[in-house]
């Protein structure tokens, strides 16, 4: 019965080569976020999707892409990693906007750069 | 934008004994708090949250206080317990718009038995 997926869960990359993350939810929910996470810090918003809208935050750097082909999953480009890069990788649903529903996390993607 | 500021950063109780956590934030137009626990190297859960409309929530031993006016809310947790042993974050959010959560930088809580 997982809801929200993330793959790999663990994800080593050289500095420079570029990652992919995959994120999937069984929840049918419009919204679909991204969150960074370093260690002992807060999650980070990165950006967010409202169905194809995407949505980018000011700070979030031009390295970090993502794409939505559709409902249920989600991408996180990053497409030349640094060793600054290296953090959780959250992915978050929620059912919509406008209204304060629930955001339901993925496991995470813990990603290394070497 | 809005900021969270949450304290304390570490906080270590005895079994039994009640927890309280604090936060603040400065966006007058948040008004939806949620409250999520998040045990090592696993994902946040939401274990509380409330808005704007409302005071105070409980739920079993967690409780969560807001005041407006003063821009600020807190977790109470009664009877810890070991297991409640996590990092826990609060969060800010404003009902119109992406529903973008804006946390806080976590408090992580140890239950000594």
């Known amino acids: 019965d997982a809801m929200v997926i993330q793959n790999p869960r663990y994800q080593v990359t050289q500095f420079g080569k570029p990652v992919t993350l995959s994120c999937s939810q069984t929840?049918?929910?419009?919204?679909m976020y991204w969150y960074q996470q370093k260690s002992s810090q807060a999650p980070k918003l990165l950006f967010h999707?409202?169905?194809?809208?995407?949505?980018n935050e000011a700070d979030t750097p031009d390295n970090f892409q993502s794409r939505r082909p559709n409902t249920s999953f989600c991408f996180l480009d990053i497409r030349s990693p640094g060793l600054g890069d290296a953090a959780m990788y959250l992915c978050?649903?929620?059912?919509?906007?406008?209204?304060?529903?629930?955001?339901?996390f993925g496991p995470g993607t813990r990603l290394t750069v070497t | 934008g809005e900021n969270v500021e949450q304290h304390p950063s570490t906080l270590s109780v005895q079994e039994g004994d009640s927890a309280v956590i604090k936060c603040t934030y400065s966006?007058?137009?948040?008004?939806?708090f949620p409250w999520y626990k998040q045990e090592l190297g696993k994902r946040p859960q939401l274990i509380i949250d409330?808005?704007?409309?409302?005071g105070e929530k409980k739920d079993q031993r967690i409780a969560v206080t807001l005041n407006k006016t003063a821009k600020h809310f807190s977790l109470h947790i009664t009877e810890t317990q070991p297991e409640d042993s996590a990092v826990y974050f609060c969060?800010?959010?404003?009902?119109?718009?992406?529903?973008?959560?804006?946390f806080g930088t976590g408090t992580r809580l140890t239950v000594i038995p």
């Open positions: 978050a649903t929620s059912r919509d906007r406008n209204s304060p529903y629930e955001q339901y």
């Open positions: 929840l049918n929910h419009n919204v």
């Open positions: 999707y409202y169905d194809k809208d995407f949505n």
């Open positions: 966006d007058s137009a948040s008004n939806y």
């Open positions: 409330i808005r704007s409309n409302v």
């Open positions: 969060a800010a959010s404003k009902v119109t718009g992406a529903n973008n959560l804006f």
